[in-house]
C-alpha cells in the first residue's frame, strides 16, 4: 500500500478517533502510518466513559473518513456502539496499531544536509526505552487527558467520598447518598440527571458561571446542525439570536437557583464552554431533583464551603471540573504551544519551525468534536502526501 519511497513512517500518537482517522485517510493516500497506543486498545477514552453516555452528535455527522457509522446504531450512538465503530474501523483500513506504548517525548532530529537527505526527521522516545524514528509526528493524545481537579484549599480534610467525574460509572453506587456534583459542562449536568433518576437521595450541582442549555434536537432539527451554521455568522448574531431561541426553547430556571447566562453562545464557547445538551437536566431542575447551587470555593472542617457563604455536608463530591491536554511534557519544549498549553497550529498546518508535526483534537468546537476530527484528518493527510510527493521529485 505504501507508494512513497520513504520507508520511515508517520507516527500518529493516540488510537482514539482522532488518531484513527488519521491513520486511514493516510493510508487511503499511500502513507504508511503507525499507531502509537498507550493502553491495550482502540477507542480507550470511550470504553472508560460512564454507562448512560450517548453522542449528543448526530450519527450521520460523526463518522470518521471512509466509514459511515451503522444505521443500526440509530440516531444517537451509545457509548459501547461507538467503541464497536472504533474496532470496526481499524479493522477495515487495515490500520497498522501498535498498543501498551506509550510517548513521553517528541524530538526533531535535524536533517543531516547531505546529498539524499530526506527531509526533517522526528524521534519518539517511548515505553521500555524505545526510540523510534518518522518523517512525520501526528500528536492526538486527546482534549480530554488528565483530569483537571482544582486546588480547593481543604480538600485533604473532607472525610466523605471525592472522585473526578472521569471515574463515574453509574448511580447504583450513590443510591440513597446526598451527592454534590460540582460543574455544569455536558459531563457534570449529565451525571447530576444520571444521579437524580438512579435513586440518589438529593442530588446538588454547583455552578460557577450558567450555562447555555440547549435541546439535543428540536422539531428534528438537531443542535449540532445550528453549530455548524453558527460558526459561518459573525458571533454578535448568532448571540443574539441565541439568547432569543434560548429563552423560547428553555423556561427560566432562575428562580431554582439557575440563571439564563449572561455571555453569549458563541462568545463563550470561543471560551472554549460548549453549550450543555439538554439530557434531562432541565426537567430535573424543574421538579427540584437536582438542585443549583453556588460554585465550590473551599473545603473546611469536613464540609464543603460555596462561594455565597453555603456550607453542604454531602456524602459524595463528584468534580466534573473537566480535563488538561497536557501536552507539555511531550512537546512543550518544541515552542510549539501557547500559554494555556495548546498547540499553536492543528489539523492540515504545522506550527512555525516544526515541519512535519501536527496536531488533531485540541478545540472543542460547537459543530462536533468528531466531525472535526474527520476534516482534520482529510487535511493532514493530504498535507502529508503532498510532502511524500515532493520528496521523491528531489
Ligand atoms: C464524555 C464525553 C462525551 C463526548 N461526546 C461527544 C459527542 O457526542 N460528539 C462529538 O463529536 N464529540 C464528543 N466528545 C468529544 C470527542 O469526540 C471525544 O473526546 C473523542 O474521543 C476525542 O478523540 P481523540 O482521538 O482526539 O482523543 P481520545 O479519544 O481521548 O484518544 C486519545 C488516545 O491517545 C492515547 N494516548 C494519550 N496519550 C498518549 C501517549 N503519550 N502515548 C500513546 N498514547 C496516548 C489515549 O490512551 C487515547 O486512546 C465527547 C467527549 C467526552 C469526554
Redesign the pocket.
Known sequence: MDRTTDDRPVYV?????????VAAALRRRGVRAVV????D??????RG??DR?????TRR??ALPGMPIPRSFGR??SRDN?VRYLETYADLHELEIVTG????RVERAEPSGQPGSRGPEWVLH??GGRRLTGRAVVV??????TPRLPEWPGLPSYEGEFLH??SYRNAAPYAGKDVLVVGVG??GA?IAVDLAEGGAARVRLAIRTAPHIVRRSTAGWPA?RSGILARRLPAWFVDRAGAVLGRISVPDLSERGLPRPETGLLSRARQGAVPV?DVGLIAAVRIGRVEPVAAVEAFKDGKVVLTDGEHLAPDVVIAATG?ER?LEG?VGHLGVLDERGRPLAHGGRSPAGAPGLYF???T?PIS??????AIDARKIATALARTARTARKS
Open positions: 500518537i493516540g488510537a482514539g478517533p482522532g488518531g484513527l482517522a502509537l497506543e498507550k493502553s486498545a482502540v477507542g480507550a477514552s470511550w466513559h460512564y453516555l450517548r453522542l449528543h452528535t455527522l460523526s444517537w450512538v461507538l506504548v506509550e510517548v513521553s517511548a515505553t492526538a493524545t486527546g482534549y480530554n487527558h467525574a472521569s455536558n459531563t449529565e449540532q445538551q480535563y497536557a511531550l488533531t483534537g485540541f472543542n462536533g468534536m468528531l466531525r472535526e476530527l
